[in-house]
């Protein structure tokens, strides 16, 4: 796999880049937008090229590599598919050291019934829910945002 270089070193510590660690403050601002489109999760094997310009998210796993992108993309490069998401972005800066956001909005989608795939990257939370339940959970995310904004 070819690796692009942007020329800055993004892997350097850099203190001023953390992100929001305090779980009342995430919860409370984490301002969920919904993205435009539909997203599908595929897998390929791991020799096989993909153009990363069109990949939203990718995972190297023993069986193959997971990637997420748009429905129409998988359509038209023939990738198989069974699931067919809305992709929700927390835009608040979330730290990867914070401890309870993702258990707090999973359990309140997972009690209004709706299942979420998760996946934290540096800046943002990125939840995946069923293209059907989007506006149910951009509410719920809401709500749950709003009461901690109360307290």
Known sequence: ??????????????PHMTGE??????????????????????TLPHRQPIDF????AFFREAEGNTIVIPRGH??????????????????????????GLTAAF?????????????????YHDHIFVAEKDAAKAIQILNDLSAKHREN
Request: charged share 10%.
């Open 1 to 14: 796999m070819p690796v692009i270089n942007y020329g800055i070193n993004i892997c350097k510590k850099n």
């Open 21 to 42: 660690t305090n779980l009342h403050k995430l919860l409370a601002t984490m301002q969920p937008q919904l993205q435009e489109g539909e997203y599908v999760f595929c």
């Open 53 to 56: 310009s069109i990949v939203i």
């Open 74 to 99: 998988a359509d038209k490069l023939g990738l198989a598919y069974s699931y067919v998401a809305s992709w929700i972005t927390l835009t608040i800066h979330s730290s990867l050291d914070a401890v």
């Open 106 to 122: 999973s359990a309140a989608l997972g009690n209004a019934g709706i299942s979420c795939n998760v996946w934290a990257a540096f």
